[in-house]
């Protein structure tokens, strides 16, 4: 069925068949036509971070970034789904058109600018959920805010989801931000890192629950950042990172008219590198630190490369669009077996 409704949604620009797909799936969540149409949710649980995970195929952030479906986007069966980047204030993001699709590529060309209703609406969605499974947000900093205060953003984001995240995504990694992936930079990630740790120690002692933080990376990082990036997340004692955010390389792309727009490439071409990264972070690391796998998952034996290349657990984004929610089930399915790394 879902390639027929593809066809549909695609014969729309871009971001008018995503508002479109996200404003029909609560009604059939309701209807209980979700559940007909997909039946029950893969169970293969999971602990890692300290958390129940019903199945390792998490949805990533970006597709909600407000929590305004976190309900019937569960029920497509993820184990977990998280929501954002969301920032303090509420922002437009940058003008549309700002997400193009390159089908021949199997793969999306995004330039949101982080474009939220701010962390309070958010907060009051993610209060009324009714979906089991865990839940992730992921914050970031306003665009109007300058590099030397982006830390207050974060600690105020971190803040706010605290009572209501299972676990925290700090998202330093999105290309579409000016000037946020400067703090990969060595001095600035040490600053922001110590602080989101004293904040989080602050959140604990207040609320008496341990929420995660995790951290989420470029895939435009060479080798020896990933490995400075690896010791100052062991060094802050982070909880886990996520690889990897959407990549400005535009190597091997064959829609060369697309691949003009500028903004963060997500799907199959990101893929080689994404894992590239969550090989040599998890090498780094020594195992020590759980890691999310995601970029170019578009089939399951893609999800069982990232399980190969050290991921304790996966998020699917732009293989959801192109394969529907078999892709889910199908990741699951391949995790089951899939070795981990050698």
């Known amino acids: 069925m879902y390639p027929l409704i593809r066809r549909l949604l695609f014969l729309l620009d871009a971001e008018t068949a995503h508002t479109a797909s996200l404003g029909m799936l609560p009604a059939l969540q309701r209807s209980g036509l979700l559940r007909l149409a997909l039946g029950a949710p893969p169970s293969q649980p999971i602990t890692c971070m300290g958390l129940r995970f019903p199945n390792p195929v998490g949805l990533a952030a970006g597709l909600d970034k407000d929590g305004d479906h976190l309900d019937a986007l569960g029920a497509l069966g993820f184990g977990f789904v998280e929501l954002g980047t969301v920032t303090p204030r509420p922002q437009p993001g940058n ?65 706010q989801v605290y009572p209501h995240a299972d676990y925290v995504v700090v998202n330093i990694s999105s290309p ?49 950042a990933v490995r400075i990036t690896a010791e100052r997340v062991l060094a802050h004692g982070i909880d886990g990172v996520t690889a990897t955010n959407t990549t400005l390389s535009r190597e091997g792309l064959r829609d060369r008219v697309r691949a003009q727009e500028a903004g963060g490439l997500s799907g199959a071409p990101l893929r080689p590198r994404a894992d590239t990264i969550l090989a040599t972070l998890h090498r780094s690391l020594d195992g020590q630190v759980p890691l999310i796998g995601v970029g170019g998952i578009t089939r399951g034996e893609h999800a069982a490369s990232k399980r190969r290349a050290g991921a304790s657990l996966i998020q699917l984004y732009t293989g959801l669009i192109y394969r529907g929610p078999a892709l889910v089930r199908e990741c699951a399915a391949a995790l089951r077996d899939a070795p981990g790394p050698g």
Request: glycine letters at 6%.
């Open 176 to 224: 579409n931000t000016p000037g946020l992936r400067d703090l990969h930079e060595a001095e600035h990630l040490d600053t922001l890192l110590a602080t989101m740790k004293v904040e989080q120690q602050r959140m604990v002692d207040r609320h008496d629950r341990y929420v995660p933080l995790v951290v989420k990376i470029s895939p435009d990082l060479d080798e020896a």
């Open 95 to 159: 003008p549309r058109p700002r997400l193009f699709r390159l089908p021949g590529d199997t793969a999306l060309i995004n330039r949101f600018g982080f474009n939220n209703k701010g962390v309070h609406h958010l907060v009051e969605r993610v209060r009324q959920r009714r979906y089991p499974g865990v839940v992730g947000i992921n914050i970031g900093k306003n665009r109007d805010t300058p590099l030397e205060r982006a830390e207050e953003d974060y600690r105020y984001c971190l803040e």
